[in-house]
């Protein structure tokens, strides 16, 4: 038998670990035990089937999901850790008797539950395993520049809303491997995200060239072929480059290597946000944050968009303006052009886009189809030779 009463007082020492009490699981798991320790069997039937319920969306074994917890939990001891800083000596004991306490929560059966509710209909069950949480805490810990904690744990790309934060459950899942043709173009960005993720010098990168090439592509699919390795994306839109500084501040000292992706940049003469990026890009993230850095995508080279009226500005100085406006560009440490792809470079694309998705068609009849559709389309493009794919695909039988 097992003392359930004081399993529920060693909970209530928790330090580093509070957390943990407020999962949703973990949270109806405590109030299973506290009805049963009070003897309301009823309650505890309804408990214990709400804990059952909450613990399949994620496993059958509790020993796991309790593991997992506390394995992202964003405490004390971890944060210290992440920061490279001693945790000291009343730290660590806390740590590991805490470690343990959970550890031997996760190993109650089920049946001792079901048992002690006693009810005779049906009972779903939860599997438990012989982990040891002190040794696989202590290997996540050495690794967490790669692993990361709390929401950097579960989650690798991310978007602001409302000033915060959020993750995004369902990301896009291209990989490296799924894009074709732009290979050197592609390297570049991909050697400047490893200097990053060494810990090396990285530069600020402008993806720019014609639509559908494949620039936004290229930098999801590196932030999910790193996500191993530390790297983590952040999704902002232009209207968002002033959060910026508050991303800073509160990633600056994560251990994990942060991209800030702004898709499709572009500006206005009267922008407000072009000010905005450019004291970023002068040196103001990259001087504090030396784990982010900033990829942008645009369809044009200087990013504003200029009208002939605006050239004949009354400015004493106007042509400085305009040249200040036109060379925002430049202020980004690597500049990677995209350019609308040649015929050979398009049913390159098309070839191996169609090889992925199982098509058998001859190879003749495949590119007289393919040029025909780009054409119908306002031209070559990896994106157009995708949607041809996809859509002979989706027109067999």
């Known amino acids: 038998m097992y003392d359930l009463k004081l399993m529920l007082r060693k909970l209530d020492t928790l330090v580093l670990f509070k957390n943990v009490r407020e999962d949703a699981a973990v949270s109806l798991y405590m109030r299973t035990l506290g009805d049963l320790v009070r003897g309301d069997r009823d309650q505890a039937l309804r408990d214990y089937c709400e804990f059952t319920a909450a613990l399949y969306e994620y496993s059958e074994s509790f020993t796991r999901y309790l593991l997992r917890v506390v394995s992202e939990d964003e405490n004390l001891y971890i944060l210290r850790r992440g920061e490279g800083l001693e945790t000291g000596r009343l730290i660590d004991e806390c740590l590991a008797n805490e470690l343990y306490t959970l550890e031997e929560l996760s190993r109650i059966p089920c049946d001792e539950l079901i048992t002690r509710i006693g009810y005779d209909g049906f009972m779903p069950r939860y599997e438990i395993e012989a982990l040891d949480f002190s040794k696989i805490y202590a290997d996540r810990v050495l690794a967490v520049d790669k692993l990361g ?14 000033g915060e934060l959020v993750p995004v459950e369902f990301p896009d899942t291209v990989r490296l491997s799924q894009l074709s043709g732009y290979r050197a173009e592609r390297q570049e960005v991909i050697d400047n995200t490893m200097a990053l993720l060494r810990g090396k010098p990285a530069n600020n990168v402008l993806l720019y060239g014609d639509c559908g090439t494949g620039k936004s592509s290229t930098v999801k699919a590196i932030a999910n072929e790193y996500a191993d390795r530390g790297l983590r994306l952040i999704e902002l839109k232009k209207k968002q480059l002033h959060e910026i500084p508050n991303i800073v501040r509160h990633i600056s000292r994560n251990p994990l290597k942060f991209i800030v992706f702004i898709d499709d940049l572009s500006f206005t003469e009267d922008d407000d946000d072009f000010a905005a990026l450019k004291a ?3 040196g103001s993230v990259s001087s504090t944050a030396s784990n982010l850095v900033i990829y942008a995508t645009s369809n044009r080279r200087h990013m504003v968009h200029e009208t002939f009226s605006s050239r004949e500005g009354d400015e004493v100085h106007r ?21 609308k792809p040649d015929k050979k470079l398009y049913l ?10 199982g098509i058998t068609m001859p190879e003749q009849e495949l590119f007289a189809r393919a040029e025909q559709y780009a054409l ?4 070559r493009s990896p994106r157009a030779a995708k949607q041809f794919v996809e859509f002979l695909k989706g027109a067999e039988e």
């Open 319 to 339: 042509n400085d303006t305009m040249q200040e406006m036109l060379s925002l560009s430049e202020r980004f440490g690597l500049r990677v052009i995209f350019r």
């Open 376 to 379: 119908a389309r306002g031209g």
């Open 348 to 357: 390159s694309v098309v070839r191996d886009i169609a090889d992925q998705y």
């Open 280 to 282: 970023i890009l002068e």
């Open 149 to 162: 904690y709390g929401i950097y744990a579960a989650y690798h790309v991310f978007v602001v809303k409302d």
